[in-house]
Each structure stands twice: as C-alpha cells, then as structure tokens.
C-alpha cells in the first residue's frame, strides 16, 4: 500500500498545504510518495524530499506543467495513479479542480473535504455545513481524496531525506491554454496560513468603515484580514478575504469576528480556530455559541479602544 501526495507549489516553494496533507496521508498507511508536477521545479522538489514522514518525491518537469492547467496535470496524475492505493489532493481551489478530474476518469467515488483517517479505507467529513460528520467507508481500488487542511497539523518540513526521482512529463492536452494571470500581492499573511485573522461583517456598513475600523486592528496584531459573505457581497472586501463555506476555511490560533452574526455558512468556515473572540452588540448573535471569548458591545468602539490597548 502506497500513498500518493499531489504537491502545492509555485514551481520555486513549497505551499503550506502540502505539509498538512502529507500527515492525512501518513494516516492512510504505507509509504508516502510526493508528486511535484510543473516546471523547473526542482527547488520545491528538494524542500518535498525534506518533509517528515515522506519515502520518495516524484518530479514530473515539463512546459505542459508551467501554469498548472487543470487537464495537464490530472493526466500526470493519471500517468501514474496504477501504482498507488490512495490519491491526496489538499482541498484548495488547485486540488478541487483537479482531483474529480482524475476520479472521473479511474471511475473511483472522490471522498471530498476529509478531516479525519480513521482506517485506509474509512474517513470522516462534514456535512451539512459542519453541523454533522459523515463517516464514509470505500471499497474502491485506489481511493482519491481531498483532505481539508485545518483537519490535520502540518508535517515537519524539514528531518526527511526523501530520494527524488524523476518521472516523463505528459505532452500538452490541447485542451486548455494559459492566457495570463492577476495576482493580488499583499504584505500580509495569507489567509488560509496565517495563524491570526481578523475580520469583520455587514455591520461595518461601508468599504472605507472596513478599512478604518479592522484593518488598524489586523497591523497591530499581524494579522491576516477575512470577512463575512455579506460584506463581500455588499463590497465592502473583496472576494478573496471571504471566510466561510463558499469562500475560504481557516483554522488559526486566534480568529477575531467583529460585526459578524455568525450565519451557518460563515460558521463552517471558521469554527476549528484555536481561540474565537466576537464582538457584536446583539447579544444573541449565533456567533456567541461558538466563540471562546464574547463582547457585546457596538463594534465601532470596542474595535478601536482593543487596537488602541495593543
């Protein structure tokens, strides 16, 4: 039994998801192998063969890989899918567009969001939007599965001497082709990474509230910033600071939630932080029942005075 870890990288590092999935796969049983598709990608190849816990790194290079087109690298995956029993993807946008790709066409049930290894063949999920776990069991062949990050502590990076072995690369499918990208630069740390977040909801009533009243509070603390769907939707963020079931899942050591009611949706994204703190004026907002610290107070004092106290 062999497992196989579909790597997060951006062709010169590591991304921080793939520690967190090669623990799910160390769960599984056997060895753990690592796929690092794309081009010149050696340096995150060397960085996956120092990874705790890994037995071999699997480098696919190749120009078909340089922008990680979701058709070319399901078939590298698919190139070498025979000889393994379990397929991981982490369950980011880049995993989810690829893994029902690969369990599609190996006609394998793709076990999405899995925060829990309880056998090689039995693993638990949330459904409902977190408000219950489903336990699924599999018979498949070879199991492809997407495992949510804030389920699993990260690997150690460093303490592995992994071999790196080098397999062919697959031509391009034809299928899909880069045309450019726009990437959001930020000083800040990445949300779903960063080990503090700040964010904020409805309640701050306009963009240039959001800004004055949280972001002061994210510098102070060095902290990432999310927002509830509402405010996004109402544009007071944008789309990629939303925290929640339709945005991004977050697992810090301190989540801080001003002005959020803690709607269901916004729950499923947020609730395994470490330490909650809310702050809202309704005092039976449901963001209470899962907070570990609540201030129900009006958020355009207690935020500033809380920054200020730092």
Known sequence: MTVLVIAEHDHASLKPATLNTVTAARGCGGDVHVLVA???????????????????????????LAHDLAENVAAQVLALAGGYSHILFAATPAGKNVAPRVAARLDVAQISDVTRVDAPDTFERPIYAGNAIAIVQSADKIKVLTVRTTGFDPAPAAGGSAPVENVAAVADSGKSAFVGSEV????????????????????????????????????????????????????????????????????????????????????AGMKDSKVIVAINKDEEAPIFSVADFGLVADLFQAVPELTKAL
């Open 38 to 64: 794309g081009a010149d990608a050696g340096q995150a190849a060397q960085a996956a063969a120092q990874i705790a816990g890994v037995a071999k790194v699997l480098v696919a290079d190749g120009p078909a």
């Open 184 to 267: 959001a630069k930020s000083d800040r740390p990445e949300l779903t990474a960063a080990k503090i977040v700040v964010s904020g909801g409805r309640a701050l009533g306009s963009s240039e509230k959001f800004k004055e009243v949280m972001i002061p509070l994210a510098d102070k603390l060095g902290a990432a910033v999310g927002a509830s769907r509402a405010a996004v939707d109402a544009g007071y963020a944008p789309n990629d600071w939303q925290v929640g079931q339709t945005g991004k899942i977050v697992a810090p050591q301190l989540y801080v939630a001003a002005g959020i009611s803690g709607a269901i949706q916004h729950l």
